[in-house]
């Protein structure tokens, strides 16, 4: 029988349950007393189990390619003598070894062959424990829906139901396999945690944590410990980046709100972490304790708590010199160094005070990775030391480190997402010594690398939910910035006081530059949507979709922003023109004129509506470029806005005699390759109406009545025939499954309350009976319910919210079409009016028949009926009413 020798294995960017932390070998029985002794080479060993042996000790000495090459010829003598039992041992040593080097794709075929060999012993109970270690790698490979496969549920909705059997939890439970029943809790409760689903993230590792408190498991309790701990940070990190964004904003009240949740969680991570370091410590389990210090370092960072971090960085000092070479010590390493930084400057440099500090942890962690040859932590390691040089200015060392960090990355396996990191970081280095061809090159190799990882790297990898702004979005902006640094604008702009003139490159083509950065800002649109919505929604681009769109509307201009942090570029593609550049100085100017806007529209009850500050913005942003439309025939205005200029009803801009809506049509998209390019139109519209009028109480909140809900019901059956409704107890999940199931509806119209939020899990609609739909759920009730008809032509939202606090709400407003399966949408941004919601309704659909007008056309012709019922109709009663996706 093989024997057992303990030896903890976890990861430092957040716990693997390794399913029993021990290193399984298989030991001939005259060898279990030799110790750690290997002298001797491959050909002095005479048998399987002394390769196996000379493994083992190479492995803890932290050798483990020379390991991995002892097991190989031994797994071969196993497999010559059909030793099956010994074949599946040897494979799960080859597979830790191989995680301990980098290498999961590997690891993954050692561990799959090792469950291979289970099944055809019949063992059970080593089986399920190898499905909870295949699981382990696909964590680390960012495959989280895998992992979750293979430990409990193949669909991600089904935690509600019990795991299906033959998966590893299953198989824990049903032959009462304790162990394997904690490790799989374990893993799965930290696979959803990557995921995002925090609340069945906490279930499932609680329910771990009190079993192996009941049976004695005091080596999970650590790594379980410490995914409750980074759970309860990344939650308080959303909430301290809400506080931040609110308080750009200007909502003080929410900023407060925001800040208090923020520090309730990050005072439980607190607790959580340093009761799992009580415990690391007291068995001891180093690398737990290490993992656990690295855990408390942000924490006592953003405290400013100078003696718990000094004290913590002094012990994981400690650590990471008694410690043998391995990944994870490495990135310790690395973590250590990068902790003397300023907090949450990204790859920005801030002053360079720290770097003396941080430089000596780098070169160890280089130093790990290069000595167990583990190209990918390398990679990390040269490339912050590049940019430790980067920040000193001393930019020969700053590249050659750069430079060395991208050829590690590139012999790396699966190292491309480090890779983009330090083109990046090339391309800034370039930037600031002025060498204008070199940087664009870096920068546009940067775009490139994001783009082919794009979908792996902002879905798999959940800490991107929140670096983001940090690590990818600037890449974009950045490049955007230098595409158009060099292109004379449309109309002449001052630089704001306070400004500094930019530093040129040189002029370029600036037609070529302009369609560039057009690209690249769609690509950023793609990134940011596709980082909004994770694993929810798998975006995929048509680049034929802007051909065909722009082709089929010879009258239509489509105005492109990007905000950068000291201007705003307005980028307008008009018909047979070159497109044009127009720069807004500065962006936090026009962001506070653009906040008092839409305040001062949301106070639709204030008469007379004070049209000053639409009039301002008329100026900013249409008027520059008004001659060219007027001389094209512009009749309609599509909008791809960025940040905070997506929640700008464009419509109620204001030139002084007429609202910007009584002159275009006006449409928004997130961006053209994301939006259906077919403009069809049946002859006869049906529209499936639902409609919530009582007040009811939803997640976690009440909702207010919505009385004039039956005279908006009544206005569109009166307007579309052959429609149906479901009003307030009617109007349910299940029934709205069954109307669609029954009738194939051109038109989806809900007047009930919904919101768009910064966590697309929280943007809902309600049903009468106080259910949430999300926008993904409607879009799987239309696949499933007629897959003959799978899109419906438009969604329409008259009762939304747009949550008040931070701009990542607008993302949801940006892609409602694509999430919820439909060619167009129109929401509003806030509750209007009741009975002007009605009247603007009704008027939409019967000029929606018109085959003359297009969705967008028929929008503006009920908006300008709305205008001239009067003063007392305010904008803000029918300006948040916005249509987004395809306007014809």
Same mark, same amino acid.
């Given at each position: 029988? %093989?024997? =057992?020798?303990?030896? @903890?294995?976890?990861?430092?960017? *957040?716990?693997?349950?390794?399913?029993?932390?021990?290193?399984? #070998?298989?030991?001939? %029985?005259? =060898?279990?007393?030799? @110790?750690?002794?290997?002298?001797? *080479?491959?050909?002095?060993?005479?048998?399987?189990?002394?390769? #196996?042996?000379?493994?083992?000790? =190479?492995?803890?000495? @932290?050798?483990?390619?020379?390991?991995?090459?002892r097991w190989q010829v031994a797994l071969q003598g196993y497999a010559d003598a059909t030793d099956v039992a010994a074949q599946a041992v040897v494979n799960e040593n080859l597979a830790r070894a191989y995680q301990q080097l980098g290498q999961p794709a590997a690891a993954l075929d050692a561990w799959v062959a090792a469950a291979n060999h289970y099944r055809r012993l019949g063992d059970v109970t080593q089986l399920g424990r190898t499905l909870t270690e295949q699981a382990q790698v696909h964590l680390r490979l960012g495959q989280y829906r895998r992992a979750i496969a293979l430990l409990c549920h193949p669909q991600l909705d089904e935690t509600d139901q019990p795991c299906v059997a033959g998966s590893a939890l299953a198989l824990a439970q049903t032959h009462q396999d304790r162990l394997g029943e904690v490790a799989a809790l374990g893993s799965l409760g930290e696979s959803y945690r990557l995921w995002g689903d925090y609340t069945t993230a906490e279930t499932m590792l609680q329910q771990g944590l009190a079993l192996a408190q009941t049976d004695g498991y005091v080596q999970f309790q650590v790594p379980i410990l410490n995914s409750l701990g980074s759970l309860a940070q990344r939650q308080a990190r959303i909430s301290f980046q809400r506080a931040e964004s609110a308080q750009q904003l200007g909502l003080s009240g929410f900023a407060r709100d925001f800040f208090a949740q923020a520090q309730q969680r990050q005072a439980e991570a607190q607790q959580v972490l340093e009761s799992s370091l009580a415990l690391a410590q007291g068995q001891p389990d180093p690398l737990g304790e290490l993992q656990t210090r690295l855990n408390l370092l942000p924490i006592y960072r953003r405290q400013t708590d100078d003696r718990a971090l000094q004290e913590n960085r002094q012990r994981l000092a400690a650590l990471l010199t008694q410690l043998p070479a391995s990944r994870p010590v490495a990135y310790g390493a690395i973590a250590l160094g990068k902790s003397y930084q300023p907090v949450d400057v990204g790859f920005r440099c801030v002053g360079t005070d720290w770097t003396a500090q941080a430089q000596p942890w780098l070169e160890q962690g280089a130093a790990i990775a290069a000595t167990i040859a583990d190209r990918r932590t390398e990679s990390f390691a040269l490339g912050e030391l590049g940019h430790l040089y980067e920040c000193q200015g001393a930019f020969p060392q700053a590249m050659s480190l750069t430079t060395r960090a991208q050829l590690a990355a590139t012999d790396g396996l699966g190292a491309a997402d480090s890779l983009y990191l330090w083109q990046w970081q090339a391309g800034r280095i370039y930037r600031q010594q002025r060498q204008w061809p070199q940087a664009m090159g870096a920068y546009e190799q940067a775009v490139a690398t994001l783009e082919s990882i794009r979908t792996e790297i902002l879905v798999a990898d959940q800490d991107l939910q929140f670096d983001f702004r940090d690590t990818v979005e600037p890449i974009y902006r950045e490049l955007i910035d230098l595409q158009l640094s060099t292109v004379a604008p449309a109309s002449p702009v001052a630089v704001a006081p306070g400004l500094k003139q930019a530093t040129l490159p040189p002029p370029t083509d600036p037609t070529r530059l302009l369609e560039a950065a057009l690209v690249t800002a769609d690509a950023l649109r793609l990134a940011e949507l596709q980082n909004y919505f994770g694993n929810d929604c798998i975006l995929t681009p048509v680049a034929q979709a802007r051909v065909d769109l722009l082709a089929q509307s010879t009258n239509t201009a489509v105005i492109?922003?990007?905000?950068?942090?000291?201007?705003?570029?307005?980028?307008?593609?008009?018909?047979?023109?070159?497109?044009?550049?127009?720069?807004?100085?500065?962006?936090?100017?026009?962001?506070?004129?653009?906040?008092?806007?839409?305040?001062?529209?949301?106070?639709?009850?204030?008469?007379?509506?004070d049209t000053a500050i639409a009039q301002h913005l008329y100026q900013q942003l249409i008027a520059p470029l008004e001659p060219t439309l007027q001389a094209a025939d512009i009749n309609t205005l599509v909008f791809i806005h960025d940040g905070f200029l997506r929640s700008v009803p464009m419509a109620a801009l204001y030139d002084g005699q007429r609202f910007l809506i009584e002159k275009y049509a006006i449409a928004t998209t997130p961006a053209l390759t994301l939006t259906a390019p077919d403009a069809l139109r049946p002859d006869n519209l049906q529209a499936l109406v639902l409609g919530s009028s009582q007040a009811v109480v939803a997640a976690g909140r009440r909702f207010r009545p919505l009385p004039g809900v039956p005279r908006e019901v009544d206005s569109v059956l009166a307007t579309l025939p052959g429609s149906q409704a479901l009003l307030d107890q009617e109007f349910s999940q299940a029934q709205l499954q069954q109307a669609l199931q029954a009738n194939p509806y051109d038109i989806l119209h809900f007047a009930t309350h919904g919101q768009f939020s910064p966590d697309p899990q929280e943007n809902f609609i309600i049903t009468g009976q106080g259910e949430t739909?999300?926008?993904?759920?409607?879009?799987?009730?239309?696949?499933?319910?007629?897959?003959?008809?799978?899109?419906?032509?438009?969604?329409?939202?008259?009762?939304?919210?747009?949550?008040?606090?931070?701009?990542?709400?607008?993302?949801?407003?940006?892609?409602?079409?694509?999430?919820?399966?439909?060619?167009?949408?129109?929401?509003?941004?806030?509750?209007?009016?009741?009975?002007?919601?009605?009247?603007?309704?009704?008027?939409?659909?019967?000029?929606?028949?018109?085959?003359?007008?297009?969705k967008a056309q028929a929008l503006q012709q009920a908006q300008i009926q709305a205008i001239q019922r009067g003063a007392s109709v305010t904008p803000g009663k029918w300006a948040p009413f916005v249509l987004v996706g395809n306007w014809l």
């Open positions: 029988m %093989p024997n =057992l020798l303990r030896f @903890g294995l976890c990861r430092v960017w *957040g716990v693997f349950f390794l399913i029993s932390l021990t290193l399984t #070998v298989w030991l001939h %029985p005259g =060898l279990a007393g030799s @110790g750690r002794g290997h002298a001797g *080479g491959i050909a002095q060993a005479t048998t399987p189990a002394q390769l #196996v042996q000379q493994g083992v000790a =190479l492995y803890q000495a @932290g050798d483990f390619q020379p390991a991995i090459d492109s922003s990007v905000v950068l942090p000291d201007r705003t570029a307005l980028i307008a593609n008009i018909p047979n023109q070159p497109p044009q550049l127009i720069w807004i100085d500065p962006s936090q100017r026009l962001q506070e004129q653009v906040i008092q806007f839409r305040l001062g529209l949301e106070a639709y009850f204030t008469e007379p509506y739909v999300t926008f993904g759920q409607l879009e799987a009730f239309i696949r499933t319910s007629s897959p003959s008809h799978p899109r419906v032509d438009l969604v329409m939202l008259t009762a939304c919210d747009t949550a008040a606090g931070d701009d990542r709400s607008t993302l949801g407003l940006a892609g409602v079409a694509i999430r919820a399966g439909a060619r167009s949408a129109i929401a509003s941004l806030w509750q209007a009016d009741d009975l002007t919601t009605a009247q603007l309704t009704r008027d939409f659909y019967q000029y929606l028949q018109d085959s003359h007008l297009n």
